[in-house]
């Protein structure tokens, strides 16, 4: 795989909206006083996500998400998110891709009845959904330990398989130039928080990203400088 990227054909181009992209620096800026604040950016975060996830679900064939969770924030989106999703009576598997988890966030997924699961044995056809929450804003450089061994197992049926959200970027893709070492899992959509990430009109970002959501959590970003421009198809209020 290294080298080739592997896109996801069958998702349709739609562009709607022109919005800025930022440096993951800058939106790190731009979240530190809500977070000093106590304003709950991961709870808006997560609800958003659900929200999205539950309409995609909808209209699949099966009605089962995996959530791909990472031990960071990234992580914990998802994971809360999957929460909500359970907790709607809606089917979900955990598959942790690291040693430690977002601990808040797997409590509350499994609390709602969320089920862990093993990539060993693992059954693409169960789902209509996987939710990638592997990696975000704070990747840099190769996909390593369980995030890579998921992606390699995944990305060469992402085409065919269900339907793939990214929380914030495809997991190996670099925020802000768009590259990664030839192993990403590509989405058919990616649900970028707060403000779109440089990263993703650049380099490979426009090929594995697919479909771009825009969720706005509050984030104050007059201060930031653009670094450019971002064709998404729709920008969703948390």
């Known amino acids: ?129 996987i939710l990638d929450g592997m990696i975000g804003l704070g990747g840099r450089g190769s996909l390593r330990g369980g995030a890579r061994e998921a992606a390699i197992a995944l990305a060469p049926d992402a085409a065919a398989g269900p339907r793939i959200l990214a929380v914030d970027l495809p997991s190996g893709l670099d925020p802000d130039i768009g590259e990664g070492d030839g192993l990403v899992l590509p989405a058919h959509e990616t649900i970028t928080l707060g403000a779109a990430k440089a990263g993703l009109a650049r380099g490979r970002g426009p090929a594995l990203a697919g479909r771009i959501t825009l969720v706005d959590i509050g984030l104050a970003l007059a201060g930031a400088v653009p670094v450019g421009e971002i064709e998404i198809a729709e920008v969703v209020r948390a």
Do not use: C, K, Q, W
């Not at 995609?56 to 924030?73: H, K, N, P, Y």
């Open 1 to 129: 795989m290294p080298g080739r990227d592997v896109t996801i054909a069958d998702t349709p181009s739609v562009a709607h909206l022109r919005v800025p992209t930022y440096r993951a620096a800058d939106i790190r800026a731009a979240e530190a006083p809500l977070l000093a604040a106590g304003v709950p950016l991961m709870a808006r975060a997560a609800h958003a996500l659900a929200e999205i996830a539950a309409a995609r679900l909808a209209v699949a064939s099966v009605r089962r998400a995996l959530v791909l969770a990472g031990r960071g924030d990234n992580g914990g989106d998802a994971l809360f998110a999957g929460a909500e999703l359970a907790a709607a009576g809606l089917g979900v598997d955990v598959l942790l891709v690291g040693d430690d988890a977002h601990d808040a966030g797997l409590a509350a997924a499994v609390a709602a009845g969320a089920h862990r699961v093993d990539l060993s044995r693992l059954d693409l056809r169960e789902y209509g959904l």
